[in-house]
């Protein structure tokens, strides 16, 4: 460990491929995994709030503080995250419950309130998009869905662009912040090992 606090922020639509390069850096070792997710449910368990309630009774600023307590535990901390989601529809489906096709909007999961948390603890962030053309997320998704069993968060071709848009937007957004380094990926054009060896160039030994 070098004394430095690394937040790595991995996002992107479904089966972008955030959960095979996410394995792979865990397999080299050196980084641990915590979800900013996670933070509402831990928060709630510790105050005794039953899971399916950890939305409602746990504010977005109590989980912020959660998370980067877990930041601080450790040199470097990887997060899968969505960068936009749709709050209702998400909310359900991380507790298991499938929403259809629906007009809710998109809003940022990332707040400005985290960064500048993350700021000043000295949390050094770096925020990851990965996309991929919309037909071959779609064909992932499916394949994934037949062959491991999980569910399809995204019912269309325009569920996922819409999908795709929101998380391209709200990774900009992240972007403009000048403490914050930023990287993008199309993974309907370079391998996760390719990716792996082109963030280990991109870090020189600092994780």
């Not at 992107?12 to 070792?29: E, R, Y």
């Not at 005794?48 to 535990?73: M, N, W």
């Not at 209702?88 to 999961?109: A, C, I, K």
């Not at 779609?138 to 569920?159: I, M, N, Q």
Request: net charge neutral; charged share 25%.
């Amino acid at each position: 460990m070098n004394g430095k606090h690394n937040l790595i922020l991995i996002g992107g639509p479904a089966a972008c491929g955030k959960s095979t390069l996410i394995n792979m850096m865990l397999n080299q070792g050196g980084v641990f995994y915590y979800r900013r997710n996670n933070a509402f449910f831990d928060c709630a368990q510790e105050k005794g709030i039953p899971r399916d309630a950890a939305y409602q009774a746990i504010t977005s600023e109590q989980a912020d503080h959660r998370f980067v307590a877990e930041c601080l535990k450790f040199n470097t901390i990887i997060s899968d995250v969505h960068y936009g989601v749709q709050l209702h529809r998400d909310r359900n489906f991380s507790l298991g419950q499938v929403v259809g096709l629906t007009d809710e909007g998109y809003v940022p999961t990332i707040s400005s309130h985290l960064l500048e948390i993350c700021r000043k603890k000295n949390i050094s962030v770096t925020a990851i998009l990965l996309r991929a053309d919309v037909a071959i997320l779609w064909e992932r998704a499916v394949c994934r869905e037949k062959l491991e069993g999980k569910p399809l968060r995204a019912t269309s071709l325009y569920d996922i662009q819409a999908e795709l848009q929101a998380e391209c937007f709200y990774w900009e957004q992240i972007k403009k912040n000048p403490h914050i380094k930023s990287l993008c990926f199309d993974t309907s054009h370079i391998e996760p090992d390719q990716i792996l060896k082109q963030l280990s160039n991109f870090y020189k030994g600092d994780i």
